[in-house]
Structure formats: structure tokens, C-alpha cells
């Protein structure tokens, strides 16, 4: 499976990771809508399961995909400080989104 991540978003969730509550997590991203032809993603912190695939990003950072969910493969997280601090991830695999 694979998962992309631009620097804000590495940024943000390397903080993240970095807290006392993130201990022995890892980044999840799950889906929180499925529409059938496109899903809403969302991004927490997590504990790997039996179907999880732990995916390796170029920016150091280790995400979570389900991989009994095809809408994970290939989401894109991006975080945008404008005009709202928060992340947007897509999927252009996998038709449009939004969040």
C-alpha cells in the first residue's frame, strides 16, 4: 500500500507522535465516510493490528493502513496552515474527496 505526506504534515504529526499519549502509537489514517466512489479520511494515533500494513513515507514517518480498506491505498496527507490549520488527505487513486 502506499501513503504520501508533505512536510507541513510531517511536521504536525512528528509533534504528535512526540507526546506522552503517543507512546507505543504509530499515525493511523482511516476512513471516516465511504461514498463509494470517493471516502473522508481522518488522522489519529494508533496501535498496529493484525490488518494493518505499516507503510513507510520519504519523510521518516511510519503510517497505519488497514489493508482490508482500499480506499487507503495511495492517500495523500497534506497540512495546510491556510486559511484553517488542518489536514486534508486525498487519495487521487481513488477519485475526489474532501474533508
Not at 513507510?56 to 482490508?68: E, F, S
Amino acid at each position: 500500500m502506499n501513503c504520501k505526506i508533505n512536510r507541513n504534515a510531517a511536521k504536525v504529526l512528528k509533534q504528535m507522535l512526540e507526546s506522552e499519549e503517543a507512546e507505543g502509537k504509530m499515525v493511523r489514517v482511516y476512513v471516516t465516510l465511504d461514498h463509494g466512489d470517493h471516502a473522508h479520511y481522518e488522522v489519529k494515533l494508533d496501535t498496529p493490528t493484525d490488518h494493518d500494513e505499516i507503510v513507510k513515507t520519504d519523510k521518516g514517518i511510519d503510517v497505519l493502513l488497514d489493508k482490508r480498506e482500499p480506499f487507503l491505498d495511495g492517500v495523500w496527507i497534506k497540512y495546510f496552515y491556510v486559511p484553517q490549520a488542518g489536514f486534508d488527505i486525498t487519495n487521487s487513486s481513488k477519485g475526489h474527496h474532501h474533508h
